[in-house]
């Protein structure tokens, strides 16, 4: 029973195939959305009014003081999140890509945290217009990725930005499909999401 095999490598077949593996993924998900560099609400763990002349940071020699002495530049941006939330929207991707495909071993029974494939489907949407809109106040129009591309391949080489009305199309079509999910919760009232009691 002890002399088992270390659960260290996991594979694309053992994570989408255990609906707690994929939890545990989509965990990784929303670690990466709220806590990268230069999120929604710091730079560098300082708050982004920092950067301007609404407060002094009291302390020294942090990020956001690149932009009250002007010594930020293209190379070197204190908020610059395009490869961290590109690798983030490429993770929800790959849920999306796989969710339709995992089993639900806790069907017909009440878990924590209702957990169900649809569920995580819903979530997954969320995650994704939500760095889409991290990206679009910091750049504008972005290229819009639905694949979980590799770095290399050649499809995202010759992916373009899109429009800005493009991405906001995008991000509202994102928000849709989780805001039709009557499996996601709304905290706070005792209304559901979709309107239903």
Same mark, same amino acid.
Request: glycine content about 8%; some cysteine; proline content about 5%.
């Given at each position: 029973?002890?002399?088992?095999?270390?659960?260290?490598?996991?594979?694309?077949?053992?994570?989408?195939?255990?609906?707690?593996?994929?939890?545990?993924?989509?965990?990784?998900?929303?670690?990466?959305?709220?806590?990268?560099?230069?999120?929604?609400?710091?730079?560098?763990?300082?708050?982004?009014?920092?950067?301007?002349?609404?407060?002094?940071?009291?302390?020294?020699?942090?990020?956001?003081?690149?932009?009250?002495? %002007?010594?930020?530049?293209?190379?070197?941006? !204190?908020? *610059?999140?395009?490869?961290?939330?590109? $690798?983030?929207? #490429?993770?929800?991707?790959?849920?999306?890509?796989?969710?339709?495909?995992?089993?639900?071993?806790?069907?017909?029974?009440?878990?924590?945290?209702?957990?169900?494939?649809?569920?995580?489907?819903?979530?997954?949407?969320?995650?994704?217009?939500?760095?889409?809109?991290?990206?679009?106040?910091?750049? %504008?129009?972005?290229?819009?990725?639905?694949? !979980?591309? *590799?770095?290399?391949?050649?499809?995202? $080489?010759?992916? #373009?930005?899109?429009?800005?009305?493009?991405?906001?199309?995008?991000?509202?079509?994102?928000?849709?499909?989780?805001?039709?999910?009557?499996?996601?919760?709304?905290?706070?009232?005792?209304?559901?999401?979709?309107?239903?009691?």
């Amino acid at each position: 029973m002890l002399d088992q095999a270390p659960q260290l490598d996991y594979d694309e077949t053992k994570v989408f195939g255990d609906i707690d593996l994929t939890n545990q993924f989509l965990t990784d998900v929303y670690a990466y959305t709220f806590t990268k560099p230069g999120n929604f609400m710091d730079i560098g763990n300082s708050t982004t009014g920092a950067g301007t002349d609404e407060l002094d940071n009291s302390f020294g020699g942090t990020p956001v003081e690149k932009y009250q002495n %002007g010594s930020w530049n293209p190379n070197d941006n !204190p908020d *610059d999140i395009w490869a961290y939330t590109y $690798r983030t929207i #490429r993770k929800c991707n790959l849920l999306l890509q796989n969710i339709d495909n995992v089993p639900n071993k806790h069907a017909g029974q009440v878990t924590q945290s209702d957990l169900t494939p649809r569920r995580i489907k819903g979530e997954v949407f969320f995650l994704r217009a939500w760095n889409y809109w991290e990206l679009l106040k910091r750049y %504008g129009g972005v290229p819009i990725v639905t694949q !979980p591309l *590799d770095a290399a391949s050649e499809e995202l $080489r010759n992916t #373009r930005r899109a429009s800005i009305d493009d991405v906001v199309t995008f991000i509202l079509r994102d928000l849709d499909s989780c805001y039709a999910n009557a499996e996601i919760p709304s905290y706070g009232s005792a209304t559901t999401i979709t309107g239903k009691s």
